[in-house]
């Protein structure tokens, strides 16, 4: 290793390109620390920065036979890292608007299913609610709202007084009011 130790960065970039390993590991160990410092500070996480640093190595191992240097490893390999930190984070950012877009659809989804569900419960809870009055009274409600006819049609059609109408409807009004309170509005 120690004549290796004396080539410039184009030298050993030339035994990169030809194979060989020595050379590889002289480029380690000149650079790890170095890049590993930079991409600590551009990622401002260790694990993160020694995953990017290896990535760059490897990287660098798999190209070492296409490998150009116009300015040195140092230009090289701070360029390197520079890119690698920039497409992390940029994936980083796009996993983190995807999550966020996913839980944001998600809680859309669960409230309006929520109150969809809710809303079916309060209906099929009304109808059973309705369908437990006596019968005369269900069928002037019914007539009433479901078929909106006035006090006079639905006297004329059950053969009663307006005022058993009423008194049917007023029963029906109070036992639902006490059921649903300030939803019944919501139901009629």
């Given at each position: 290793m ?16 030809a ?9 380690y ?64 950012a ?7 877009e ?28 309705v369908?437990g ?56």
């Open positions: 120690a004549p290796y130790d004396k080539l410039n960065d184009f030298e050993v970039a030339e035994l990169l390109r194979d060989s390993e020595a050379a590889f590991k002289l480029i160990n000149r650079y790890w620390d170095k890049l590993y410092v930079i991409a600590c500070k551009r990622m401002g996480e260790r694990l993160e920065a020694e995953e990017v640093v290896q990535d760059i190595f490897c990287n660098l191992w798999r190209k070492r036979r296409s490998l150009t240097l116009s300015k040195g490893f140092d230009n090289y390999l701070a360029v390197a890292v520079k890119f690698e930190v920039i497409n992390r984070l940029a994936k980083h796009r996993a983190s608007a995807y999550e966020k996913l839980a944001g659809a998600l809680s859309e989804v669960d409230e309006s299913m929520l109150q969809q569900l809710d809303y079916n419960e309060l209906q099929r809870k009304f109808k059973d609610t369908n009055l006596s019968e005369k009274c269900r069928i002037v409600f019914n007539l009433q709202h479901e078929l909106g006819y006035s006090h006079q049609q639905i006297a004329d059609e059950l053969d009663i007084s307006t005022k058993t109408v009423e008194a049917h409807l007023s029963k029906a009004r109070r036992t639902l009011r006490d059921t649903f309170g300030i939803f019944l509005g919501l139901l009629l």
